[in-house]
């Protein structure tokens, strides 16, 4: 099972930007698909981004397309999140894990605030 670690966020002005990273254990993680979620207060978690086992291929959801990217080293055993031109509706706690079920344990995640 993988086990995940992200890391990154922080506080940050509108129009600003985050890279955040996701570290992972274990020797199966080259082999998976990966997405970051993100959850605000009193919503659920949503899907951002996801990449496929070999970074070939990518997907966004429509709020973030254009703004974020994911990318991933699979040598490295990691996944990052580049987000430019951040909103305050950007403003979550953004987790790692598999991009589908069954999904691994979720991490703390890591807190991004957009605010002026």
């Known amino acids: 099972q993988v086990q995940l670690v992200e890391s990154g966020g922080g506080l940050v002005q509108p129009g600003g930007s985050l890279r955040l990273s996701c570290a992972a254990s274990?020797?199966?993680?080259?082999?998976?698909?990966m997405g970051w979620y993100r959850q605000a207060p009193g919503k659920q978690r949503e899907l951002v981004a996801g990449?496929?086992?070999?970074?070939?291929?990518?997907t966004y959801a429509g709020s973030v397309e254009g703004r974020f990217t994911i990318s991933r080293d699979n040598a490295e055993n990691t996944m990052s999140l580049q987000m430019n031109h951040l909103k305050a509706e950007d403003t979550a706690v953004y987790y790692c894990?598999?991009?589908?079920?069954?999904?691994?344990?979720w991490g703390q995640g890591t807190q991004v605030t957009v605010s002026s």
């Open positions: 894990n598999t991009r589908q079920p069954p999904f691994g344990p």
């Open positions: 274990g020797s199966t993680f080259r082999f998976k698909a």
């Open positions: 990449i496929s086992s070999t970074g070939g291929s990518t």
